[in-house]
């Protein structure tokens, strides 16, 4: 799960999507394409907005996306196109490049739908994303599952 600072809305879809499946079986992170919070735990708005549903992010800390994941991970989930585009950027071959989805395609198929990045405005958009989220996660759970 990708997003630019990797403190709102990968942590969010982190850790709904770890909550639909057996983490036993199935490993999910998340990072950022920029370096502006590593280590940082999530946005304080993120952190309520998934407590709320029973989620806990606490735990999490904010990391860069690295030419590593392309090896470690099967997929990798994008939140918008800007930060689509800079994950393509850095992949080394095909390959690579396949594993890049944007994650709202998931249930609106080859929208390029963006979720919005909620850290400039108030809780609302915390809820909107996390609900974007969901549906995202849902679908991407039944699919592994």
Do not use: W
């Amino acid at each position: 799960m990708v997003c630019l600072g990797n403190i709102c809305r990968s942590p969010l879809a982190e850790g709904i999507l770890r909550s639909k499946v057996n983490p036993e079986k199935i490993f999910i992170d998340s990072a950022g394409t920029a370096a502006y919070h590593i280590g940082e735990p999530p946005d304080p708005r993120s952190i309520s907005v998934a407590l709320k549903y029973g989620i806990d992010l606490r735990s999490q800390k904010a990391r860069k996306l690295i030419l590593r994941d392309f090896m470690k991970f099967d997929r990798i989930y994008a939140m918008d196109e800007h930060n689509y585009q800079k994950i393509i950027s850095l992949a080394q071959n095909d390959d690579d490049k396949k594993k890049v989805k944007m994650i709202l395609n998931e249930v609106t198929p080859a929208q390029n739908l963006s979720v919005p990045d909620p850290y400039y405005g108030g809780d609302q958009g915390f809820e909107e994303v996390y609900q974007m989220l969901e549906k995202a996660c849902e679908a991407i759970a039944n699919r592994l599952t």
